[in-house]
């Protein structure tokens, strides 16, 4: 039976994505290729942080607190310090003081005091490091931990936020239990966030017996439109209380960390989803000057948000290290990466929804709690009322949320943060909605979905934001007809056997694209270009696939073409954050401006050897050369005069608006060729998002309460395609990290001692290759952005929400509206609510 | 003193090429001793320096303890698999498939294709159980204390018995083992005082026996093979597992049966399941029951109720006796095969 399905036989043929082609007009753009360091991860000789070795290398291992929230009165490390090969024990009291951040406008932002430090005298949550010993090796430094004695004193600790907004429930950290940002004040700014006390009523709680959200006071709220009249012009309201999972990143390379100090610098490495971004949180967190950080990541095995700058816990080893006087390792073993190494946060949330007959939301009234875990605030909650706003633009809406700590793992942005959590709360109701109304569900979701300049979120100064654009109606409507939507919905019976078959449609959207970094390239006197890359090396390719973009602007082959990534040390560019699905967007940009540099450059540089105006000589085919033809230079020997010329030509001077990151990488390359540099100033109007419509289907047993899905599809609006094959990875990958949220993954807590029981990887069940279809299907619609000069947005996370949402939408279109109120869905799920009739889990019990 | 997991502490490796060695070092090592099949319990175990064995006996070079061969005087009373012959192996085994096959399906949903290449049959049906709390270390009562913390109003027990708990609600998480007590198996347990054949059901104890193991092996003893007699060769079989992920899990339950069916009535059955409690579960009451019955949708309804009667559930885990019911239908009645085309 069970293997029979896995076969998992096609019952409607979709469109195959390949049938579509990219590109068109391009070389490049939008064409397949093989990526640079494609050999070295399927044959295995890429080199992970835990690959490298040095000489002298000490191993070190930590310290976990055992218990969810205590003071540690005292350590005794007598017996372990001791022992022959135990070289050095690292505490809290050896970490340097926190810094303060100096950003880019000369802004001081203080270091917080609540914030996380990597060790710690006061842990707040089971498994949190308190200190760390090296030793000659791993064994030797596990067994000098088994002899370290600690004296702790207990505090009160709470793992379900809503047990410590009751009267009197117990706070996670001493000052308090929710995050809270005093309000903008003209002069200031943004006030700082602090930790404080909120309680609710006992009268909120009153809600709760009845399966339903209790909502008190929350520190933020924001409201547009008439909600009021919203409500009362509906054709129908539903308010409904919904469940999202904590789950943790599970990345398959933890975050283990190397470091050593060579002539006063020190060298970290690390995984990270960013190498240049990563070098300035080194330096803060080990509190010197970033020009003595070199930072070493040449391949990361994924992120997913949890690694955007690498993790704290990096400095362990550079610690350890400088204590030594010895390179030192630190593994960080899968159990050790359940507890630090992140994961998205829970939310407990709640809706009421006003639809007019059409379907047309008319109202909505959102309210989430965030289960953020002891350390800094997450911005999921924040995130999940503006994305709400984009996707289904409701003519009014209200959203509030608080930010609650709990003694549970720390969190951090997972791909699409707040945007899964709200898509996952909303998408249930308007499905409920449909087929109360009558409607499509497909349609339901056309008359609602984004369009062009659509507008988010609260007016500030009198005025909404709005996207730069949106194309989602379209990427719904090709999806719906690839995947025989009409066809699918029109089947019968719905019902053979035991099982019952159900069809779910999502839309998904998430932040697309920043601006104003640079880039940097050399054209070399042979002829070839180095393409500089600060990009982290995180899976998505986007550290290889930008610079497509420069190669096709300046017509070069990309076989001589050369990217340098992975090593502070070799002098890249200012480049964003590998987070928030920047990349592709913010950087494709930094690539065409810095591609557009070089070029003008060589336009100057033939005008001036073969006479003539700069804008009468054009560059293609390798060479700069006269409109209409005529005399001309190949890209060699106009790199040779560049550096002849020398100058902003060569790199000796360097552009003003550049990042100081990338004026100091330009000059290490003075005279080494033609230096293209550039800083993005292209001009965009709206904030960048993208977009994807989702389809599934599901089968199930209704008698085991198992189910599959048997099809999915994802079709994406996501501006000009890039590299297809990258593309699909991603819109198929990060749909399946959401799936994953419908279909097991999730933390589970002991809430009477405060310890995590899914902590095991196979315990927090993240989703297997064989848990989604074998012929799981995606397109793009490749229509460019028109605010971005290569059109293209970013990817990775705008697919994640529907991914879940568009699974749990088909259950309850096979099994009905009474059977889950939160995700996950299993067969516990399922069997205990089909025997009662009604969702017979707990509506509101968090971590179960 | 602090504890460390997740790295394995140091052990003296014994890998002997005979039974007889092997018996000889247990002897010698006593309590110390460790008996290393496939890895896949043991090494959590060890790794988490929760068991801390001086002495590890690994068994994987010892060649007697592999292969599927038959056995009897006639060469075709059955059949014996070496306890150390990998799931692979046995899955894959063409008599297995074509006479036992309930044993290569139950196999075959054993964890992963990685994992069947490296675990054994012996260690499949030897392992321990994988209560949370029991396996994260907390002093319960299986590991020597007086508590049982995933039967507490506050436990988290959504994989935990529903039949036969007796201070302890954890399970055994076997698939192989239902199929074996259906197919009568006997196990060839080696003692100090000899050999001895088990049959399968009495291979496995409950918390009322015995509350620290899941099995009657004692420091010493061996499970060498398994016999599986040719009484149900060419059955009708039925076995089904249910779990939440496609791969890579174990069972919330799962159900084996093998039936002789003649004019249309029960003639002969057995039925066994696991992850119901902490043995596997003949099902001797739903065997009486149907015995003698026509095949028929309602004698599998009045089988399903049968197998649940006692069952009491905790706090998350109740869907387990609409689950283990169904089941236990299907395993009498069949199932109609869901043939979607269109």
């Keep these: 039976m069970d293997n029979k399905r896995l076969d998992n036989k096609k019952v409607v043929e979709t469109t195959k994505a390949a049938e579509r082609e990219y590109g068109v007009g391009h070389k490049l753009i939008g064409k397949n290729y093989e990526t640079a360091d494609l050999y070295a991860k399927v044959t295995g000789s890429a080199k992970y942080a835990e690959d490298f070795r040095a000489d002298g290398m000490l191993f070190c291992k930590l310290l976990l607190s055992p218990m969810p929230h205590a003071r540690v009165k005292h350590i005794d490390a007598k017996a372990a310090l001791a022992m022959p090969g135990v070289k050095a024990i690292l505490t809290a009291d050896d970490l340097p003081a926190p810094a303060d951040t100096l950003t880019d406008n000369g802004t001081v932002i203080k270091a917080s005091k609540w914030g996380e430090r990597g060790l710690t005298m006061e842990p707040v949550y089971q498994g949190e490091p308190i200190l760390a010993v090296a030793a000659v090796d791993e064994l030797t430094a596990a067994e000098a931990i088994e002899k370290i004695q600690i004296d702790f004193e207990p505090l009160p600790f709470v793992v379900d936020p809503l047990d410590t907004l009751r009267p009197g429930g117990p706070n996670p950290r001493t000052d308090g239990n929710v995050w809270t940002r005093p309000p903008a004040t003209a002069s200031q700014g943004p006030g700082t966030p602090a930790i404080t006390e909120l309680k609710w009523t006992e009268s909120d709680f009153a809600e709760l017996k009845k399966g339903r959200l209790p909502m008190g006071k929350t520190p933020d709220e924001w409201t547009y439109g008439d909600l009021d009249s919203g409500f009362k012009n509906a054709a129908l309201v539903l308010d409904e209380t919904f469940i999202t999972p904590d789950t943790s990143h599970q990345t398959l390379e933890t975050r283990s960390a190397m470091a050593y100090w060579r002539n006063g610098k020190v060298y970290i490495y690390t995984g990270t989803q960013s190498t240049a971004q990563t070098l300035p949180a080194i330096a803060r967190w080990l509190n010197i000057d970033p020009e003595k950080v070199v930072f070493i990541s040449e391949y990361t095995g994924g992120g997913f948000g949890s690694k955007i700058t690498g993790g704290v816990t990096m400095i362990i080893p550079a610690l350890l290290a400088k204590k030594t006087n010895a390179p030192v390792m630190m593994r960080i073993s899968r159990e050790e990466e359940t507890f630090i190494g992140r994961a998205r946060p829970g939310f407990q949330g709640r809706m009421k929804v006003g639809f007019s007959k059409e379907g047309r939301i008319t109202a909505l009234d959102m309210f989430v709690v965030c289960d953020n875990g002891p350390y800094d605030a997450v911005g999921d909650s924040p995130s999940s009322g503006r994305i709400v706003s984009l996707l289904y633009q409701p003519q009014a809406m209200r959203w509030r949320g608080v930010t609650v700590l709990t003694n549970t793992p720390p969190r951090s942005a997972q791909s699409s943060p707040g945007g899964l959590q709200g898509i996952v709360i909303i998408e249930p109701i308007i499905a409920k909605a449909a087929r109360r109304l009558g409607l499509d569900q497909v349609g339901i979701r056309r008359i609602n979905c984004p369009e062009g300049k659509a507008e988010l979120g609260p007016a500030i100064q009198g005025k909404r934001q709005y996207a730069t654009s949106s194309f989602l109606k379209e990427a719904l409507d090709r999806g719906a007809e690839q995947f025989k939507w009409a066809e699918r919905v029109a089947r019968t019976p719905k019902r053979i056997g035991t099982t019952v078959r159900g069809v779910g449609v999502s839309l998904s959207c998430y932040v697309g694209g920043t601006i104003g970094f640079d880039g940097l390239l050399v054209i070399k006197p042979d002829g070839r270009i180095t393409f500089q890359s600060g990009i982290g090396n995180l899976g998505t390719e986007s550290v290889i696939d930008v610079h497509r973009v420069g190669a096709e602007v300046l017509g070069v082959p990309w076989e001589k073409c050369d990217v340098t990534w992975g090593n502070t040390a070799k002098n890249l560019p200012f480049t964003c954050v590998s987070g928030g699905s920047q990349t592709t967007h913010a950087m494709t940009r930094a690539a065409y401006a810095t591609a557009m540099d070089a070029k003008k450059k060589l336009q100057e540089i033939a005008a001036k050897k073969l006479g003539g105006k700069p804008e009468q000589y054009e560059v293609a085919n390798e060479r700069v050369f006269r409109k209409g033809g005529g005399a001309g230079m190949t890209l060699a020997q106009a790199a040779k005069h560049a550096i002849e010329l020398g100058g902003i030509y060569d790199g000796h001077e360097a552009a003003d608006d550049l990042h100081k990151l990338t004026k100091a990488s330009v000059a290490a390359f003075a005279g080494q060729g033609l230096v293209g540099a550039a800083k993005d100033n292209y001009p965009r109007d709206g904030n960048t998002y993208s977009y994807v419509a989702s389809f599934a289907e599901v089968e199930v047993d209704i008698e085991t309460g198992k189910y599959y899905i048997v099809d999915f599809l994802a079709s994406a609006d996501v501006g000009t395609v890039i590299h297809p094959r990258a593309l699909g990875g991603q819109v198929l990958g990060r749909s399946t990290l959401g799936i994953g949220h419908a279909i097991g993954q999730k933390w589970v807590f002991d809430p009477r001692y405060g310890e995590m029981l899914s902590k095991r990887f196979y315990h927090s069940k993240p989703p297997t290759i064989l848990d989604v279809p074998v012929d799981m299907q995606w397109s793009a619609l490749d229509i460019p952005d028109p605010e971005t000069p290569v059109g293209a947005r970013g990817v990775g996370e705008p697919p994640v929400g529907g991914g879940c949402a568009s699974v749990l939408n088909a259950l309850s279109d096979a099994l009905g509206d009474e059977i889950f109120q939160r995700a996950p869905v299993n067969a516990d799920t399922i069997l205990t609510s089909l025997e009662a009739g009604r969702p017979m889990q707990h509506p509101l019990m968090a971590h179960i | ?342």
């Design chain 2, 1 to 342: 003193m602090a504890v460390i997991r997740d790295v394995m502490a140091a052990f003296e490796l014994f890998q002997p090429t005979s039974i007889t060695d092997a018996q000889k070092l247990l002897e010698q090592h006593g309590t110390d001793a460790w008996v290393l099949a496939g890895g896949l319990d043991s090494f959590d175990w060890l790794k988490d320096r929760i068991k801390k064995p001086k002495a590890v006996v690994d068994l994987s070079g010892i060649e007697e303890l592999r292969g599927v061969r038959s056995y009897g005087d006639h060469g075709a009373d059955g059949i014996e698999i070496g306890a150390m012959t990998t799931l692979t192996e046995v899955v894959n085994h063409p008599v297995i498939k074509e006479k036992y096959g309930l044993l290569g399906q139950a196999a075959e949903l054993v964890a992963s294709p990685q994992i069947r290449n490296q675990g054994t049959i012996g260690g499949n049906v030897s392992q321990d159980t994988r209560c949370w709390y029991y396996r994260s270390g907390w002093p319960c009562y299986r590991a020597g204390g007086n508590i049982c913390y995933a039967d507490t109003p506050e436990g988290r027990n959504r994989e935990h018995a529903i039949l036969h708990a007796d201070r302890c609600v954890a399970v055994n998480p076997s698939d192989s083992a239902p199929a074996l007590i259906t197919l009568d198996a006997k196990f060839i347990v080696r003692t100090r005082r000899g050999e001895r054949i088990v049959d399968a059901e009495d291979y496995f104890v409950g918390p009322e026996i015995d509350i620290t193991r899941l099995h009657i092996l004692q420091p010493g003893d061996l499970l060498t093979a398994i016999r599986i007699p040719s009484t149900w060769a060419g059955a009708q079989f039925y076995f089904e597992k249910v779990r939440d992920r496609n791969v890579w899990d174990f069972p919330l339950l799962n159900v084996a049966s093998a039936m002789v069916i003649s004019g249309g009535s029960i003639e002969r059955i057995r039925i066994a399941v696991n992850g119901a409690a902490a043995r596997p579960l003949r099902l001797k009451a739903v065997e009486d029951a149907v015995r003698g019955k026509p095949r028929d949708p309602a004698t599998g309804e009045m089988a399903g109720r049968v197998a649940v009667q006692g069952a009491v559930p905790l706090q998350f885990n109740a869907y387990k006796i609409p689950l283990m019911r169904n089941l236990v239908k299907r395993a009498v009645s069949g199932v109609e095969e869901a043939k979607w085309s269109s």
